[in-house]
């Protein structure tokens, strides 16, 4: 956990640095931290260490640059067009501490900064470089990635499994295939976990918005029925939906590819996903 | 011109192709096509092809990526937390015909569209791949990008020079930086190049928004004294301006660094310059 602060830390010092307008250097702060869990840098770190993460800094890049596009997504999201929300993370949104455009174009240096921070921490050795650009790319952009996911609310018809996996899956799988390309595996292989983890967070998240109040969430709770957004606990039951997430969990485990860590591996992703269980899940029966 | 547009169609081509959200592929195109006078990514082919243009590829990916930063900033500049404008390049600016929503969301997406396309065609010579992203990274985010240059707007006290050189000059220098790194040469004794056409842009700029009507502009005029902005035409008089729109041709010109197409290239520059005078300054003095 440690590490991924000290990686972010590095990473914001020159963007906030001098001749940066003081607003937004401060606004960039307040978008990365305090944090919340942590959990795709955490993968990236996971999945680069199952196997034997032999370049560090490569790694700490690429945990980095998921988090920071998952900051900017939350910032963007939260603005008065999308969400209009009011805490995230337990505190006042940016567009509310910093006015709305601070609070596009934080978003927006924060995404521009996912890449140099890569292409900074790969220029002495650029193999890698353009296969962590794309991953990170496809991850984000579109077609499928998180800003497509999001762009799925702009439409009429909207299937449930496509717009999950653009707006929660394709970050997740991002930070698989980033662990996996930053400690010179092949990818692809690591995509099947990155995309079980996904949807679980997902069906997790469903089931907090519908379980949990305010509070607890850091954010405003009971959204999805607000906005008549599809929700995976609502379709399937709460019991359902608790029974999806244990199957998950054990199709992510199984994934696993081979590599000197697994086994550590498979500890770690069951303890996250059950991390995932909102507490309240307790009284229902899977 | 022909060139341009080939290479920006090619590289939107996959962005917005199956499983992308229709209405976000439809506003990604609308961004970007038609468009403007591209005097951005003509700038990285003029400089590219002064120096020989040894990988074509290179700066067709080097142009497209500068322009798509470019569109992004236009769509998230044009949104109704900044300019609220409600035309841009002659038709109805992305938020008033796509919702808000799609028009942040296409700006994050053309910034990620544009790493993308450099990645793609460095991939298989990633050896200047590095530079080019810190190249655009640099251009566009915190501290000193356009970014960067539109986040002074919310600050209190504001240079003119900070300002308009981070506002404006910035992606200038970074189109004369990428085409010659494209090209394979030491990027930065191309920037003063890119600092000179940027701010005679800016300065032809500030004069087109003192002087023409909205239907000359293709967007909103006198905006600059409407929002208490700097502008350099207000500040030196026309005739001031006038003068040192000419001082800084003379200075573009004369930066050019030694290579095969330098003198071809002084006279693409002065004749670029002269198309930013706006028409009505013939009848001023300088």
Chains 1, 2 share one sequence.
């Not at 914001?12 to 001098?18: C, K, P, S, Y």
């Not at 996996?165 to 970050?171: D, I, Q, S, V, W």
């Amino acid at each position: 956990m440690e590490r991924v602060e000290k990686a972010l830390e590095a990473a914001l010092m020159e963007a906030g640095g001098a001749n940066c307008p003081p607003l937004l250097a401060s606004a960039l702060r307040y978008a990365v931290f305090p944090g919340g869990h942590r959990i795709r840098p955490q993968i990236v770190l996971a999945v680069a260490m199952a196997c034997g993460d032999p370049n560090p800094h490569h790694t700490d890049a690429a945990a980095s640059a998921i988090e920071f596009m998952h900051c900017a997504s939350l910032v963007h999201d939260d603005l008065p067009a999308f969400d209009d929300a009011p805490i995230r993370r337990g505190k006042p949104t940016i567009h509310v501490e910093y006015g709305e455009p601070l609070a596009v174009l934080t978003g927006d240096a924060l995404i521009v900064l996912a890449y140099e921070t890569i292409a900074k921490a790969f220029a002495s050795d650029p193999r890698q470089l353009a296969a962590m650009i794309s991953i990170v790319s496809r991850a984000v952009g579109a077609p499928g990635g998180i800003i497509a996911g999001q762009a799925w609310e702009s439409e009429s018809t909207i299937s449930l499994v496509d717009y999950q996996r653009a707006k929660t899956g394709a970050l997740f799988a991002g930070a698989t295939l980033a662990g996996a390309a930053a400690a010179g595996r092949d990818p692809e292989p690591w995509r099947a976990l990155g995309d079980y983890i996904g949807e679980a967070y997902q069906v997790a998240d469903d089931l907090r918005d519908l379980l949990c109040d305010a509070e607890e969430l850091g954010k405003p709770a009971h959204q999805d029925e607000r906005r008549a957004r599809p929700n995976a606990a609502a379709q399937l039951g709460i019991g359902g939906a608790k029974a999806r997430l244990t199957e998950l969990a054990d199709a992510a485990a199984a994934s696993i590819p081979e590599c000197p860590g697994a086994e550590q591996l498979r500890v770690v992703i069951r303890a996250q996903t059950r991390q995932l269980f909102p507490s309240q899940l307790e009284q229902y029966a899977a």
